[in-house]
């Protein structure tokens, strides 16, 4: 268990300390998330009056398809040169593999938010609060296990661009749902924050269970 | 007639039977009036596709399990035709919908779950042929299977979990009158009969079509003794 805990954690440092030494993939998913602002700005026509109601669609939108080019890279590095066979052929478990690489995917997309949610609020006034915040992390949690079980099963399929919105996009509807509650809730709509923050919760760990148990499937071959 | 034609047969003539119930020996909705028939097939075809997803659920855990091929042949074709019975239940709730709700859609949490469930099994099929057909396949489709499946208690619970305006569950509650509700579950029993002969057809042909993979790949060594240059196909 703590040989598994430790070969989570060395996987997860190697990914980070690979996006380090190559500062890729956040700059690049920042500017993604910021031309995303700006495309918004000019399809809805965003005043004073309306940003409040908007916004909240806008983070999830544009945190959606980041989450998707985040995960969907999380294994190409490894696709390109081969070795995830190799990774699979130590003794560590698949598993354990799969651990690590979606914590260092789900720190990447947490990078990503970190631009995402200051710039919503410089651009559309709406308040960065601590609730807010902690709703996009908690949907964090259970967006990244399910985006990169798919990521991971998909990096060896042809097509996988395709394949990957479409299998991760209809699993994280019930995120959205009540995120984007939570997130509405906190920036001055009328509803309960605390039931979306449980709900979000509660699939949170249906979805981390589910995908610790599906893992050992996608990766062993 | 070989017994898959008779199945098919008997299929069409139940139904056939149903539809004689449903516009013959039903009573006309007193505030709906004639588009209330629509409710026997549409909650029907939604409870058969309910069915058809779990043969997909058991069908991938049991291929996790052993790797039985069966099984996984039976979660394909179990896919397909409740693809085909969800797309049903759309069509005919889009139809009732439009007389009575003034619109053929609402993003309401039924319909709205109703729809992610066929786009989930729309992508469990892409899988299956976008993946490299035999084992991984069959086992990325059972994981999109298993998960998939946790919209089915979704769609099911929508009505009382959300405030929606789509009617709830009337058959519980004992709402309707024995003729309704007999033309109810005689169409219930015919749509199941008709989705298991699908199922059952549909395993045919999975199985054919894996018969005809298998026969061409034992085929391939003569193919590359002859080419032994050729690059992998990767």
């Known amino acids: ?221 | 007639m070989n017994r898959y034609e008779k199945a098919a047969a008997a299929a069409v003539v139940l139904m056939l039977a149903a539809g004689a119930a449903i516009f013959l020996y039903a009573p006309t909705d007193a505030l709906q009036g004639p588009v209330q028939r629509i409710f026997y097939l549409h909650v029907s075809a939604a409870i058969t596709a309910y069915g058809c997803f779990a043969v997909v659920l058991v069908g991938g855990a049991i291929y996790l399990r052993n790797g039985s091929f069966v099984a996984d042949r039976f979660a394909r074709a179990g896919a397909l035709v409740g693809l085909v019975f969800t797309t049903v239940t759309l069509v005919m709730g889009m139809l009732w919908a439009k007389p009575i709700w003034g619109t053929y859609w609402t993003w309401d949490a039924r319909l709205t779950s109703t729809l992610v469930l066929w786009i989930i099994y729309a992508g469990y099929l892409l899988v299956r042929r976008l993946a490299e057909p035999g084992r991984q396949a069959a086992r990325f489709a059972a994981v999109v299977g298993i998960f998939g499946f946790i919209d089915v208690p979704i769609v099911h619970f929508s009505v009382t979990w959300w405030q929606t305006q789509h009617p709830g569950p009337i058959i519980v509650n004992d709402a309707l009158p024995p003729e309704m509700l007999a033309t109810f579950f005689l169409t219930m029993a015919c749509t199941l009969v008709l989705a298991a002969v699908m199922v059952v057809i549909r395993y045919r042909i999975e199985t054919l079509a894996d018969g005809a993979v298998q026969a061409v790949s034992e085929r391939a060594p003569i193919v590359s003794a002859r080419e032994p240059e050729a690059e992998p196909v990767n």
């Not at chain 1, 954690?9 to 690049?28: C, I, N, Q």
């Not at chain 1, 669609?57 to 590095?77: D, Q, S, T």
């Not at chain 1, 990078?111 to 908690?138: D, H, I, K, R, W």
């Not at chain 1, 985006?147 to 959205?176: S, Y």
């Open chain 1, 1 to 221: 268990m703590t040989n598994s805990f430790a070969v989570a954690l060395a996987v997860a440092r190697k990914d980070l300390r690979a996006e380090w030494r190559t500062r890729e993939l956040v700059p690049a998913l920042a500017q993604f998330v910021i031309l995303a602002l700006v495309i918004a700005n000019f399809g809805f026509q965003i005043d004073a009056r309306n940003a409040p109601s908007i916004a909240p669609g806008i983070l999830w939108l544009a945190l959606v398809f980041a989450g998707l080019v985040a995960f969907g890279r999380a294994f190409a590095a490894e696709r390109e040169q081969a070795s995830l066979e190799a990774l699979l052929m130590t003794p560590a478990s698949p598993v354990a593999i799969f651990a690590g690489k979606a914590l260092a995917a789900t720190l990447l997309l947490v990078g990503c938010e970190a631009v995402l949610l200051p710039a919503l609020t410089l651009f559309f006034g709406t308040p960065l609060s601590v609730q807010v915040v902690a709703a996009v992390l908690v949907a964090t949690i259970g967006m990244a296990s399910l985006g990169c079980l798919f990521a991971a099963m998909v990096a060896r399929v042809r097509a996988r661009e395709l394949l990957l919105p479409l299998l991760t996009l209809p699993l994280w509807i019930p995120f959205i749902v009540a995120g984007g509650q939570a997130v509405q809730v906190a920036m001055g709509a009328s509803g309960s924050y605390d039931q979306a923050m449980a709900l979000l919760v509660d699939f949170d760990i249906l979805f981390v269970v589910l995908t610790s148990l599906a893992a050992r499937f996608v990766l062993d071959e």
